[in-house]
């Protein structure tokens, strides 16, 4: 029973994770496109950080420590599947890295990327998402 209420758990966290990787890449599309200095910039700067510290970081440390409690406990670490899994979620972690060092350059005013680079770095977290759901429910290796 406690299995399941873990994976109930790591689902939530996941979903937290992935709807913070979504929104704050289409925060940096609308935040690209104001002046530096601007009300409306002090104000994403606001809403990025908190994002990022408040929903997007602690969900994506439950997730792993759930996700590998998860595999470990379900003895899936040698199952195929799990392996590209986890290559897929590392690879998320890179985006991660990278919206998190977005917010930084944001809040400091360094920003030198354009909305057209933050509408398309919007849709990596989407197709690694599929990927990883694929993965887990149909289990094609």
Do not use: C
């Not at 420590?65 to 986890?86: E, N, T, V, Y």
């Not at 979620?89 to 360094?110: I, N, P, T």
């Amino acid at each position: 029973m406690l299995y399941l209420w873990l994976k109930a758990l790591h689902v939530i966290a996941v979903i937290s994770w992935m709807a913070g990787m979504l929104y704050l890449p289409r925060l940096f599309v609308y935040h690209a496109g104001v002046p530096v200095g601007s009300p409306q910039s002090e104000t994403f700067k606001v809403m990025e950080r908190r994002l990022l510290r408040a929903i997007i970081n602690p969900a994506m440390i439950v997730t792993l420590i759930l996700g590998l409690w998860l595999a470990w406990d379900g003895a899936w670490f040698r199952a195929g599947w799990l392996h590209g899994k986890i290559l897929l979620v590392v690879l998320m972690l890179g985006v991660h890295g990278v919206l998190a060092g977005s917010v930084r350059r944001f809040a400091g005013d360094r920003n030198t990327r354009t909305p057209r680079y933050f509408r398309v770095l919007n849709e990596v977290p989407t197709v690694l998402l599929i990927g990883i759901v694929i993965l887990v429910v149909v289990k094609p290796f």
